[in-house]
């Protein structure tokens, strides 16, 4: 079973402050994750990030997991939506922020993930002028929470 810690959008960079807690905690394994991505085309840029972490403490994992993002244009239209959710089978948030601007767009995605069997963070970014070809990178990161 997990145990969550939620973290608000803009502190996700924090996660890995949180490391040294859980050792203080009395860790028996601990991992942390996270995967990041930008993407920018004419007047138009989106970025986002996102980190989790887990403690097993030999009776419970703790975890945590957090993302932001951010969506800039200079006459379009920007937005950025997060949405975390946590149950006893997992702590998930996701980023996604994007900027319209005249048919040039730029997006980012993040998802990252923690459950019992492991931690996973994804970044997806696109940028797109029209008339030329998309620009695309994905970040994929993915670790087991180590056993004794």
Known sequence: MLKAILIGPFAAVSIFALSGLAQAQGCENSASIGSGGSAAAGDTSAS????????????????????????????????????????????????????????????????????????ESRTKSMSHVPGEAPSKSTTDVETLLPTQ
């Open 48 to 119: 986002t990030l996102g980190a989790g972490s887990a403690c097993d403490t030999g009776d419970v994992t703790n975890s945590t997991a957090g993302t932001a993002g951010s969506a800039a244009t200079g006459d379009g239209k920007a937005t950025s939506k997060t949405h975390t959710i946590a149950n006893d089978n997992k702590v998930q948030s996701q980023t996604k922020a994007q900027a319209v601007d005249k048919g040039t767009f730029s997006k980012s995605r993040t998802k990252t993930k923690v459950t019992d069997d492991g931690l």
